[in-house]
T-cell receptor, first 112, second 113 residues
Framework: QKEVEQNSGPLSVPEGAIASLNCTYSDRGSQSFFWYRQYSGKSPELIMSIYSNGDKEDGRFTAQLNKASQYVSLLIRDSQPSDSATYLCAVNRASNTGKLIFGQGTTLQVKP | EPEVTQTPSHQVTQMGQEVILRCVPISNHLYFYWYRQILGQKVEFLVSFYNNEISEKSEIFDDQFSVERPDGSNFTLKIRSTKLEDSAMYFC???????????FGAGTRLSVL
């Protein structure tokens, strides 16, 4: 079982639609969860962080965390072509080192 | 806005040569990390560094790798004898706390010929 699992996609949505990205993780002790956006050839850029169960909203982005189901998701409302990128789910395990475990990433394509 | 700075942006080297990748973390951050990403693959953890010592390293981080914080601002990754399979993007990251947001530098693309 992969430690952090994402559907690689591509996920294709029309401009203005809601994009839903999902991630599952295996370590029940995981405590911090992050969504990064990565454009081709670029570095990961933080979109959202979430630490407790429930929803967290920031502009067009909403992160959802369900620790019981070991599931974290990212919703992007009013998707724009500029949102086309790979979205990386990253999990910080219950350790004292800050090590992030990344998923493979989901490629999102927003079509005008 | 503070940012993590990495140099060089692209490093080309011959197999067996030593390379040093350099990073300047965000100034008030205490935790430093190196990750790598082979083309088309996921981002992989290499090493974390806190209080002037390694706090965790992955299986990838073998005896050919070392990290150093030679002064109050730089954080370096050294690969002593590069292999073809070391070709990848290497990202430096820093954070204020161990569970906190990690900010990534732009990366160094290492090409081993």
């Amino acid at each position: 079982q992969k430690e952090v699992e994402q559907n690689s996609g591509p996920l294709s949505v029309p401009e203005g639609a809601i994009a839903s990205l999902n991630c599952t993780y295996s370590d029940r002790g995981s405590q911090s969860f992050f969504w990064y956006r990565q454009y081709s050839g670029k570095s990961p850029e933080l979109i959202m962080s979430i630490y407790s169960n429930g929803d967290k909203e920031d502009g067009r982005f909403t992160a959802q965390l369900n620790k019981a189901s070991q599931y974290v998701s990212l919703l992007i409302r009013d998707s724009q072509p500029s949102d086309s990128a790979t979205y990386l789910c990253a999990v910080n395990r219950a350790s004292n080192t800050g090590k992030l475990i990344f998923g493979q990433g989901t490629t999102l394509q927003v079509k005008p | 806005e503070p940012e993590v700075t990495q140099t060089p942006s692209h490093q080309v080297t011959q197999m067996g040569q030593e390379v040093i990748l350099r990073c300047v973390p965000i100034s008030n951050h205490l935790y430093f990390y190196w990750y790598r990403q082979i083309l088309g693959q996921k981002v992989e953890f290499l090493v974390s560094f806190y209080n002037n010592e390694i706090s965790e390293k992955s299986e990838i981080f073998d005896d050919q790798f070392s990290v150093e914080r030679p002064d109050g601002s730089n954080f370096t990754l050294k690969i002593r004898s590069t292999k073809l399979e070391d070709s990848a993007m290497y990202f430096c990251a820093s954070s204020d706390g161990r569970g906190d947001i990690q900010y990534f530098g732009a990366g160094t693309r290492l090409s081993v010929l």
